[in-house]
DNA sequence: ACTATAGCGGAATTTCGATTCCGCTTGTAG
DNA sequence: CTACAAGCGGAATCGAAATTCCGCTATAGT
């Protein structure tokens, strides 16, 4: 503080709610580091290091930082883009002809998006938080309440399945698409297939009570 | 050193092998060490730390490690005892009277053991090597191997599913045993009958052939 | 009881990754 | 074109764990 103060412009404030408009360049960084998360994450899991982000969005770490607080930030933006595609899926699930075919779709989708995403499978492991907020933010409780009502519906998917069940299968199929565990490797598609056999109608009935 | 060095008496050289007996403080240390980090281990999971592993087997850390060198090193014999239980398991599956009982309470105990046990869970997640080389250790592949075709023969287990299978199986339902996800919380044992439902002969006949 | 050791305890060291800090650069409004 | 604040980069800091080190203590053979 030299001599005088301008007066503050009160530049940008074109943008509705409390929030400024980014000035460009932050908003090309933004987007880059992003990307460049999606991807590390991606590969590596949730042990990826902040430096790394930063390097391979050609930014410094100052910069991660600016964009996001903490890691935990960031990986709960990135989940919550999942989520949101995860949700996207299941309204689509919802138009298919066959209810069936939309249900098995979808958790066929569900355990793919996870082989593609060692990250996301790491937070379903290891997050509960982060996961939760991000399943309840993309509507997806109501979403698999409605699929998996339409399927019973029809007569399809046995009658003692809840929607809650829904997830937790999502949560174990998560895990074997990761399994690099010597004989397990890459067999994930079958427990799919066995899983979707064992929510055929009619079931044998013996599903324990939720405690 | 300071004058003469009396001649080494060769102490306690009864044992066979190269390794000598242990004092008994020392083996009394080493129970307690194996003890408490079964403990720790199983509740907290792999974060579980050295410093606290020695705290609670009233213990200096150096004394946890002149027993185990590494952390790495403790985890795996802890995983061994494990994967022997799993072992024993298996082998009283095969003398049921009834085959599908062997193989269906078998996987129920996979389940279970893991639902009791943060840290194997963690281990079967995450350590491909020492899990694979305990589960060959224990000899588990072959036991699996005729858990399956023993079920297959008395026809009431689906006969396009492998033993490489049940690993598979094992290592998904492992972590929904933990998970904490909100709606999943606790509803395992109905992911268990679903797979078994699945598993059941004669199966829709859809299963991906392993890659 | 005596002494050479095996074995012990736990403070100090190392390692490594997240996060902070601050002087410099750049976009932008006037 | 200028001035100023928004943004930037990345070295330095902090913190948390694993692991090492070494003087001290208890065991066991004589």
Redesign the interface.
Known sequence: MTTATHKRPASGEELAGGRRALRADARRNHEAVIAAAKKLFADQGLDAQMPDVARSANVGVGTVYRHFPTKHDLIAALVAERFERLAQKAREALQTEDAWEGISDFIRFCAQIQADDRGLCEV??SR?DV??AA?RAAGL?ELCDRLVKRAQRSGQLRRDLA???I???A??????T???????T??????V????????AP??G???R??
Chains 1, 2 share one sequence.
Do not use: K, N, Y
């Not at 949560?171 to 074997?176: A, H």
């Open positions: 379903m492991g509960p996961m939760d399943a409780p929607w809650e069940d997830p937790m299968i949560c174990g199929l998560g895990r074997i990761q399994a690099t565990v010597g004989p397990a890459g067999r994930w598609p079958r427990l297939e066995i899983i979707l056999d064992g929510l055929r079931g044998s013996r599903l324990p939720c405690p």
